[in-house]
């Protein structure tokens, strides 16, 4: 089954974001990841953005990071 999973600005929650993908691959889910642009730039006092999505894109499997155009700005993984 595919899942689109969209993952935005609230640092101190996405340790917890990285253990729910994980149960969620584990349970079979294809997991589409969407990123807002804050979590793919910023580093903070919870972890390096680069290491955030690097985790990500294992746990999805999903390497292909596209970023759209648009006024507010959104990497996705196709």
Same mark, same amino acid.
């Given at each position: 089954? /595919? ?5 935005? +600005?609230?640092?101190?929650?996405? /340790? ?6 994980? $149960?969620? /691959?584990?349970?079979?889910? #294809? ?9 793919? #730039?910023? #580093?903070?006092?919870?972890?390096? +953005? $680069?290491?955030?999505?690097? $985790?990500? $894109? ?7 990071? /596209? ?12």
């Amino acid at each position: 089954m /595919k899942l689109g999973v969209v993952i935005t +600005a609230s640092f101190c929650t996405l /340790k917890k974001v990285l253990i729910v993908l994980r $149960e969620l /691959k584990e349970k079979g889910y #294809d997991i589409y990841p969407v990123l807002s642009n804050k979590v793919v #730039d910023y #580093d903070t006092r919870f972890g390096k +953005a $680069e290491d955030f999505v690097n $985790e990500v $894109e294992t746990i999805t499997r999903k390497n292909n990071c /596209k970023r759209h155009s648009r006024s507010r700005k959104i990497w996705t993984y196709v």
